[in-house]
């Protein structure tokens, strides 16, 4: 070695690394931090947790279905949806009480067929009653009948028939006052063949020719109170407190009184947010004949269904 030269013992090509465990290559560097692309696998739910969630899914299924709140269900699905009964699982998938519970269409349509009340279309789209709903036959006039203003001047029976047509089968249309009287707004009564009909038109908002539409059912009035019963009015509540349950957390007030005041004049809510249950007070001692009534169209707050008692 000359002087002057410094040797660092790796030119020679007979060099081995005392420790090769701890000598690295730029390539193996490159693949020491390579990884693996590949998604995690989402843990399996345990068949007990499957079997919670089959009959939670299956009860609420079977609620919307029930007596109490298959005419508010059914007002939730278009009339070109609706046949002999039929009602998309699809759409009833997608209300927030479900969503809450599973979104795995396979785990509903599992769910479903298992249940004794219900059944599923061959197709595996559609769920109905396994016994048809009979209150549907019960309706008299005034049930299908409701009450709409805001239509202008110039807009004639015909059309107005043809506008409300898209909900159902129009029976009649009638003006409550000609278009002449100077106190005309546009005011009709509509009559439909069914409740569920009445029930699409109450949950829809209307515009027509720009102009909006208020709808509602004919206004309940109150039975004739003898001479005795004015003299004892002392409780002011009574028959005017309807209780409510199962309302979208999120709603307020103006959501819950609008939707009250389509069937009835409703003096103030009582509700807090954030909560599900509630009361309105009433103007006027209606609260039982209100009660009936909305549970044969079918009733919602917002886009939930639910469940009244005076």
């Given at each position: 070695?000359?002087a002057?030269?410094?040797?660092l013992?790796l030119?020679s090509?007979?060099?081995?690394p005392?420790?090769?465990?701890?000598f690295?290559?730029?390539?193996n560097?490159v693949?020491?931090?390579?990884?693996?692309?590949?998604?995690?696998?989402?843990p399996t739910?345990s068949?007990?947790?499957?079997?919670?969630l089959?009959?939670?899914l299956?009860?609420?299924?079977?609620?919307?279905f029930?007596d109490?709140?298959?005419?508010?269900?059914?007002a939730?699905?278009k009339s070109?949806?609706?046949?002999d009964?039929w009602?998309p699982?699809?759409?009833l998938?997608?209300?927030k009480?479900?969503k809450?519970?599973s979104?795995?269409?396979?785990?509903?349509?599992a769910?479903l067929?298992?249940?004794?009340i219900?059944e599923v279309?061959?197709d595996?789209?559609r769920?109905?009653?396994?016994?048809p709903?009979?209150?549907?036959?019960?309706a008299?006039k005034?049930e299908?009948?409701?009450?709409?203003h805001?239509?202008?001047k110039t807009?004639?029976?015909?059309?107005?028939?043809?506008?409300?047509?898209?909900?159902?089968?129009?029976?009649?249309v009638v003006?409550?006052?000609?278009t002449?009287?100077?106190k005309?707004?546009g005011?009709i009564f509509?009559?439909?063949?069914?409740i569920e009909?009445?029930?699409?038109v109450l949950?829809a908002?209307?515009?027509?020719d720009?102009r909006?539409?208020?709808v509602?059912?004919?206004?309940?009035q109150?039975a004739?109170?003898s001479?005795?019963?004015?003299?004892?009015?002392?409780?002011?509540?009574?028959?005017?407190v309807?209780?409510f349950s199962g309302?979208d957390?999120s709603?307020?007030?103006a959501i819950?009184?609008?939707s009250?005041?389509?069937?009835?004049e409703v003096?103030f809510?009582?509700?807090?947010?954030?909560?599900?249950?509630?009361?309105?007070?009433?103007k006027?001692?209606l609260?039982?004949?209100?009660?009936e009534r909305l549970?044969?169209v079918?009733?919602t707050i917002?886009?939930e269904?639910v469940?009244?008692k005076?």
């Amino acid at each position: 070695m000359n002087a002057g030269q410094v040797h660092l013992g790796l030119a020679s090509s007979n060099f081995v690394p005392t420790n090769p465990e701890k000598f690295h290559s730029p390539s193996n560097d490159v693949e020491s931090m390579s990884t693996d692309d590949t998604p995690p696998q989402m843990p399996t739910p345990s068949p007990g947790l499957i079997s919670i969630l089959k009959i939670k899914l299956r009860d609420c299924f079977e609620g919307y279905f029930s007596d109490e709140q298959i005419k508010a269900t059914l007002a939730q699905v278009k009339s070109s949806s609706f046949e002999d009964g039929w009602v998309p699982i699809a759409m009833l998938a997608s209300f927030k009480r479900i969503k809450n519970i599973s979104s795995d269409m396979g785990l509903i349509l599992a769910a479903l067929n298992e249940s004794t009340i219900l059944e599923v279309s061959q197709d595996q789209l559609r769920v109905r009653r396994r016994i048809p709903f009979e209150g549907f036959i019960k309706a008299d006039k005034d049930e299908n009948t409701l009450y709409a203003h805001g239509f202008s001047k110039t807009t004639t029976i015909e059309e107005m028939k043809n506008y409300f047509a898209q909900f159902g089968t129009v029976q009649s249309v009638v003006l409550i006052r000609p278009t002449d009287d100077p106190k005309y707004k546009g005011a009709i009564f509509v009559e439909f063949t069914s409740i569920e009909e009445t029930a699409r038109v109450l949950n829809a908002q209307h515009i027509y020719d720009g102009r909006q539409i208020s709808v509602s059912l004919k206004r309940i009035q109150p039975a004739k109170q003898s001479k005795a019963k004015k003299k004892s009015k002392g409780k002011s509540d009574l028959n005017r407190v309807i209780y409510f349950s199962g309302v979208d957390p999120s709603s307020n007030h103006a959501i819950i009184k609008k939707s009250f005041s389509k069937f009835v004049e409703v003096a103030f809510v009582d509700y807090r947010r954030d909560e599900t249950t509630g009361h309105i007070r009433l103007k006027k001692p209606l609260a039982r004949q209100t009660v009936e009534r909305l549970q044969q169209v079918g009733f919602t707050i917002g886009t939930e269904m639910v469940q009244l008692k005076a």
